[in-house]
């Protein structure tokens, strides 16, 4: 199975497309693509008009630039598989999923089958018709906790909506390497890495806007432990603004660097630093308004067993030493 094509085009409207609408428009400038998959990647939020979503009937005008970035997948290669998903909330427009630690979200490379993307096929088959299956955000293979899925398009494309305009209000709890002195913002663009590929930075020219905020909900002797909020939605995007102000996220494999044990630890607690195999991060809290009522609906989801016995170890640690 081969990886999904990615798609970056752009176009200006010339003179003579000045005022029409923009399924319309699009359908000229990008004849290699179907108007049916044009409409979906408008509905979807991934075909813009200079940066912005827009409806397919939307007017537009001489000069504006209509970009595409999105990904040629092929959901007819897409398996449904029984996986065992743990739903929180569902109803005919919205599924709510906690996702658990080392759960890959969608296919890709070296994961093509068994994925929450798989699973979601079979139990909702529906889902086939919608771009990347619903899934409205995604959260990394290793990190636990709450995600939107849209069971409809319409779902779809008013979440996606939301993201874009920061209504949708997404909360993470999280253990840093190091004592933080209180709270703050880190407000850094952000890119691919320059040398390594698979890895993100923060790219002061030329990345794109990424904010996170973050307080401090205790301090350890050497940890802290934080509820973080975004603003933006970048890939790795808490890991890496946390790397970036030199409070790495304990057990990130990709961007902890060399993991440290502080001196002076039980052997319980050096044993629990070392043995913790992924990065301190859970999706704790999610809030929307539903895009079928426009009722605004609240989730929260207690941290998951391994960071619950991180962090009493921490608390242990931290009574020892006073």
Known sequence: MTEPEKISLQAEIPEELD?????????????????????????????????????????????????????????????PQKIDLNVVYEDDHIVLINKPAGFVVHPGAGNWSGT????????????????????????????????VVARTLRSHTRLVRQLEKRNMTRQYEAVTQGVM???????????????????MAVIEHGGKPAVTHYRVVKRFRTHTHIR?????????????????IRYPLLGDPVYLGRSRLPAGGTPEFKETMLRFGRQALHAKFLAFEHPDTGEWMEWEIPLPDDMLALIEVLNEDKRDHE
């Open 19 to 79: 005022g029409a609408r923009l399924d319309q428009a699009a359908a000229k400038l990008f004849a290699t693509y179907s108007r049916s998959r044009l409409k979906l990647w408008i509905e979807a939020g991934e075909l813009t008009v200079d940066g912005q979503s827009q409806r397919p009937r939307q007017k537009v005008r001489e000069g504006q630039v209509v970009r595409i970035e999105t990904e040629l997948d092929a959901p007819d290669e897409w398996e």
């Open 181 to 199: 002195v209180g709270g703050g913002t880190v407000n850094k663009p952000m890119g691919r890495h320059p040398v390594h590929r698979k890895k």
């Open 228 to 244: 973080v909020q975004l603003e933006t939605g970048r890939t790795h995007q808490i890991r890496v603004h946390m790397a970036h």
């Open 116 to 147: 929450l993307l798989n699973g979601l096929l079979h139990r909702y088959p529906e889902l086939a018709q919608i771009p990347r299956a619903g899934i409205v955000h995604r959260i990394d293979k290793d990190t636990t906790g709450l995600m």
